[in-house]
């Protein structure tokens, strides 16, 4: 089976900025894909060359197969595009924008499909207002909508939370997750990583146009070697047992395998000290983020 | 199909939605031309025999504001989308460039047919103008207003702000329209200016289009209508190829 989105050598070179310089990357069907990089890395870059708003100086782009340049009919109707900027028609309604939208696509009857898209980002009751008179938040939802309305099997979010009220990451993220389960692709770049670790299966990060990493969510969190316990006692544990002073009377522990805690509770029996309290600290994707952002 | 129509509706209800601004005041405009210059010249001109000023100033006025208008749609659409950024809802879009010229193209057509024929009901009151060619004049009047279409196109792919795009309106597009001999016969003029005038395709949108109406002209009308048939090639030839490479549309 083709992949969702294959980029070969892709290099973009804006005149003073290289913006990207020679991704290669495959995101299968079905996947929860996150990019991640700091600001300026060239993720909107990649977006917009996925989308054929920007192209390529290097390299060839697929979306479902299609080249994004050679078959760019095909390659669009494949594609769903949340852009980065609040963008917005002011001349139409909600609800006009979407019908337009699904006109561009080609679909004439589409009112059952943007009903349920309306409903599922909360937009039902905003539907005949004027763009203009919409919050930022509604605004975006609109956006979103737009993106959905020829229901693409690959979906790309770009910044899609930004400075956005919990409710609507809330709203989003289920009608995204529940699409996702029905086969959409989804593609997110966002600035909250504890959104990406819940929600991508895979994780590529991106800095200064370059991969600086590619794996499963899962690999990238345990990239962290070890694990690290908090804990509390009723007295001074002996040096010899190798804990950390941490914050406000608590110890860290840090330790590669589980069994080690044995050990650890079983010195402290001996020595006579009891465990008040003790708490496991996972390491979250900022971590890593920040590990492989530095190192890179 | 689709795609090209939701797009002409689109841009059609653009203009529409503002019909104050985009139909009636270019309207009004023309009648104060009107008013102002027949009631001057009116005794002291007559251009051809038999007709009077007035007479002959209608086709003019008419033209000119279908010109100016066919210019305004498309270049301040597609300003307006790049400036605001909702340009890209078209461009995600899988509209072909040739889709996108069309809608463009027809809509600025439609708007300037649409300021045209009010102008042309207006001055039913000054003047008794005959009809004698109407396919003569549907014909010049699209392919005219195509030419300023797509060069409102192409203005408004190239500006990246309003005053570029004001530039380009004050520095071509009204020299072309006033230098044409909108108000006057090119014979009155000195020979140097009689020349330059033959240079400028708006001079045979406009001899063209009195031909249509009362049969006198400056040139032959076989003349004006190659013209001004080469020049809608021409122009949306190139407006075309600037779209398919996406001139400053896609970067
Ligand atoms: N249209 C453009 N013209 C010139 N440089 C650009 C353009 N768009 C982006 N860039 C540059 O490319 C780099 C990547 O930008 P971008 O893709 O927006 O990063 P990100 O989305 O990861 O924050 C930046 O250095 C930016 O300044
Ligand atoms: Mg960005």
């Given at each position: 089976?083709?992949a969702?989105?294959?980029?070969t050598?892709?290099?973009?070179q804006?005149?003073q ?5 020679g991704?290669?990357?495959?995101v299968?069907?079905g996947?929860f894909?996150g ?12 977006i917009?060359i996925l989308?054929?708003?920007a ?6 782009v697929e ?16 594609l769903?595009v949340?852009?980065?900027?609040l ?14 939208q699904?006109?561009?696509f ?14 599922n ?7 005949d ?5 919409l919050?930022?938040?509604?605004k975006?939802?609109?956006l979103v ?12 979010l770009d910044?899609?939370t ?6 609507l ?5 289920q009608?995204i ?7 959409h692709t ?5 600035h909250?990583?504890e959104?990406?670790e ?5 994780i590529?990060?991106l800095?200064q ?7 499963s969510t ?5 990239r ?6 908090q804990l ?12 950390k002073?941490?914050q406000s ?5 840090g ?11 079983a010195g402290?029996?001996t020595?006579?000290?009891?465990v008040?309290?003790?708490q ?5 994707l900022e ?10 | 199909?689709?795609g090209f ?7 059609l209800?653009?203009?529409?939605k ?6 009636l005041a ?14 001057v010249?009116?005794?002291r001109?007559q ?7 007035t007479t002959?100033?209608?086709p ?5 504001s279908?010109?100016q208008?066919?210019f ?6 597609l300003?307006q ?11 995600l879009?899988?509209?072909s460039?040739l889709e996108f010229?069309?809608?463009?193209l027809?809509?600025?057509v ?5 300021v045209?024929?009010?102008v042309?009901l207006?001055?039913v009151w000054?003047?008794d ?5 109407p396919?003569?004049?549907l014909a010049l ?7 300023l ?22 520095f071509?597009i009204?020299?072309l ?15 140097f200016?009689q020349?330059?005038s033959?240079?400028?395709?708006v001079?045979?949108?406009i ?6 109406f ?5 040139v032959?009308p076989?003349l004006s209508?190659?013209?001004v048939?080469?020049s809608f090639v021409a122009i ?5 190829l600037?779209?398919r ?5 896609r970067y």
């Amino acid at each position: 089976m083709t992949a969702a989105l294959k980029v070969t050598g892709l290099v973009k070179q804006y005149r003073q900025a290289r913006a990207l310089d020679g991704i290669d990357l495959e995101v299968s069907r079905g996947e929860f894909f996150g990019l991640l990089g700091p600001n300026g890395a060239g993720k909107t870059t990649l977006i917009n060359i996925l989308a054929g708003l920007a192209r390529p100086t290097q390299g060839t782009v697929e979306v479902m197969g299609f080249d994004v340049a050679r078959e760019y009919e095909q390659s669009r109707r494949a594609l769903g595009v949340v852009p980065q900027e609040l963008v917005y028609d002011p001349f139409f309604t909600a609800r006009e924008v979407l019908r337009v939208q699904s006109g561009y696509f080609g679909m004439r009857r589409n009112d059952d499909w943007i009903e349920h898209v309306l409903h599922n980002l909360g937009l039902t009751p905003h539907a005949d207002k004027n763009m203009r008179a919409l919050s930022g938040g509604m605004k975006r939802r609109v956006l979103v909508a737009q993106a959905l309305v020829h229901k693409p099997p690959v979906i790309v979010l770009d910044e899609p939370t930004a400075g956005v009220d919990v409710d609507l990451r809330q709203t989003l993220w289920q009608f995204i997750r529940s699409l996702n389960e029905e086969g959409h692709t989804v593609v997110l770049t966002t600035h909250y990583l504890e959104e990406a670790e819940t929600l991508c299966e895979r994780i590529a990060m991106l800095k200064q146009g370059r991969l600086v990493a590619l794996d499963s969510t899962r690999n990238l969190l345990s990239r962290r070697h070890g694990h690290q316990a908090q804990l509390k006692f009723d007295g001074e544990p002996p040096p010899s047992l190798g804990l950390k002073r941490g914050q406000s009377s608590c110890w860290l522990y840090g330790f590669q395998e589980y069994v080690q805690l044995e050990t650890l509770l079983a010195g402290l029996r001996t020595a006579g000290i009891r465990v008040l309290e003790m708490q496991l600290i996972e390491p979250d994707l900022e971590d890593v983020f920040t590990e492989i952002i530095q190192n890179a | 199909m689709t795609g090209f129509s939701t797009l002409l509706y689109k841009e059609l209800l653009r203009f529409w939605k503002v019909a104050f601004q985009t139909i009636l005041a270019p309207i009004v405009t023309a009648m104060l031309y009107l008013l102002i210059f027949s009631h001057v010249l009116e005794e002291r001109v007559q251009v051809y025999p038999g007709i009077s000023y007035t007479t002959f100033l209608v086709p003019g006025l008419i033209m000119m504001s279908m010109l100016q208008n066919a210019f305004a749609n498309s270049s301040s659409s597609l300003i307006q989308s790049k400036i605001t950024g909702n340009i890209v809802f078209v461009l995600l879009a899988p509209l072909s460039y040739l889709e996108f010229c069309a809608a463009y193209l027809l809509a600025s057509v439609i708007r300037g047919v649409v300021v045209g024929v009010g102008v042309g009901l207006a001055t039913v009151w000054f003047t008794d103008l005959p009809l004698m060619h109407p396919v003569w004049l549907l014909a010049l009047t699209v392919l005219s207003t195509g030419i300023l279409a797509a060069l409102g196109i192409i203005a408004g792919m190239w500006a990246d702000k309003f005053d570029q795009l004001a530039a380009f309106q004050n520095f071509l597009i009204m020299p072309l329209t006033f230098l044409s001999g909108v108000f006057y016969s090119i014979h009155s003029l000195p020979p140097f200016w009689q020349a330059l005038s033959h240079w400028n395709p708006v001079f045979y949108m406009i001899d063209g289009f009195r031909w249509g109406f009362f049969g006198h002209s400056d040139v032959a009308p076989g003349l004006s209508l190659l013209v001004v048939g080469a020049s809608f090639v021409a122009i949306s030839g190139f407006t075309l190829l600037l779209l398919r490479h996406g001139y400053k549309l896609r970067y």
